[in-house]
């Protein structure tokens, strides 16, 4: 089975950027449909972006054009890079997989198995 950890997160002004990454190991991470959410403090866990095993990719409307996300094979590592940051961004950032293909655009989170401990994302006004 696969093991994330998240890094990369931290404090940004709105307009900055940031790049999360997301490290595998114990199993090939590109086998694995991969998946960022994010919950802010009182609200519900959001699906943001995914890639699947056939490097296609997936992402929510709120980041579309601002987020990408990408993959290093040789370095079994996943990134978030996250442009034109906002207030609303601000939040607790996973990393998530999940065998057999990737569910419909990012998917519930239920649908996923494995999940990193998070990053802390905090953008500022």
């Known amino acids: 089975q696969v093991q994330l950890v998240e890094s990369g997160g931290g404090s940004v002004q709105a307009g900055g950027s940031l790049r999360l990454s997301c490290a595998a190991s114990?199993?090939?991470?590109?086998?694995?449909?991969i998946a960022w959410f994010r919950q802010a403090l009182g609200k519900e866990r959001e699906g943001i972006a995914r890639?699947?095993?056939?490097?296609?990719?997936d992402y929510a409307t709120s980041v579309q054009g601002r987020f990408t996300i990408s993959q290093d094979n040789a370095k079994n590592t996943l990134y978030l890079q996250m442009n034109s940051l906002k207030p609303e961004d601000t939040g607790m950032y996973y990393c998530a997989a999940k065998r057999w293909g990737c569910p419909p655009g990012v998917g519930s989170g239920v649908a996923y198995r494995y999940w990193g401990q998070g990053t802390q994302v905090t953008v500022s006004s």
């Open positions: 114990g199993s090939t991470a590109r086998n694995y449909c």
């Open positions: 890639i699947d095993t056939d490097d296609s990719t």
